[in-house]
């Protein structure tokens, strides 16, 4: 049986993610940092559906605790063939409001859980033959948005990242990509008013903004192909392009 572990994997573009897994057969463990009460319901929902994904609580900028969350991950399973680091904040502001805790907190959840969670499995999928790690950027990341340079910064970390971690584990079989979504359907998203979110959809070629499911589905194409790594995957019906 594969596994997969879901950073953020409780809400939005997240529990879309761990649901295309749960479909494809996968044991999921979805990590979620302070909400239990909606991890709780998330669990509820896919019980319902005939699914029992794991929750580990953790915050995945914290040095230990994600050790501890991977500690109790191996404790359950042998392997980890999926690691998706998803678990991500925003922010609104002109750079002249931005704090520097602000932006610190930014980087720490978008970039340093990323680091933090492909090292501690690096190891492990290495010693099994190979594996995958998804990494969850944005299409801010590739051409910065105004008023969120903090978060379009670190979403461009979080590719580079892909790319020279993917160069440096291809030859053990452990393949790592990015999916950088764009404007999509989610909570992070709700900040726009009816008028800023008719203006994005015209620039989108398709005519809509995405569905987190639409993220799902590429990140299972991503686990599931055996040659691609390297790879900035944009999910946004052409926008941004």
């Known amino acids: 049986m594969k596994t997969a572990l879901i950073t953020g994997g409780t809400r939005g573009i997240g529990k879309a ?5 749960l479909q494809r057969g996968y044991e999921v463990v979805l990590n979620y940092r302070a909400n239990q009460r909606a991890a709780l319901a998330t669990q509820e929902e896919f019980n319902i559906l005939g699914y029992c994904p794991i929750l580990l609580r953790a915050d995945v900028s914290d040095e230990l605790q994600v050790k501890n969350m991977f500690r109790e991950f191996f404790s359950i399973y042998d392997k980890l063939d999926v690691l998706v680091n998803n678990a991500g904040v925003s922010s609104v502001k002109v ?4 704090t520097l805790g602000e932006w610190n907190k930014i980087f720490d959840t978008n970039v340093k859980s990323t680091f933090l969670c492909s090292r501690e499995v690096t190891d492990k999928m290495v010693f099994a033959g190979g594996g995958s790690i998804i990494n969850i950027s944005s299409i801010w990341g ?6 969120e340079v903090a978060y379009s910064a ?4 979080v590719i580079a990242f892909t790319k020279a971690l993917a160069k440096e584990l291809a030859p053990s079989n452990v393949r790592v990509n990015c999916v950088s979504p764009g404007v999509i359907d989610t909570q992070m998203n709700s900040h726009l008013s009816p008028a800023e979110l008719e203006e994005l959809i015209n620039c989108v070629p398709m005519g809509r903004i995405g569905q987190p499911s639409d993220v799902g589905e590429a990140c299972v194409m991503l686990a599931e192909s055996s040659y691609i790594t390297g790879e900035v995957l944009s999910v946004g019906g052409g926008f941004g392009k």
């Open 17 to 21: 993610i761990a649901l295309a897994f």
């Open 154 to 157: 670190s979403k461009g970390a």
């Open 95 to 98: 750079i002249q409001d931005v």
């Open 142 to 147: 590739e051409v910065g948005a105004s008023c």
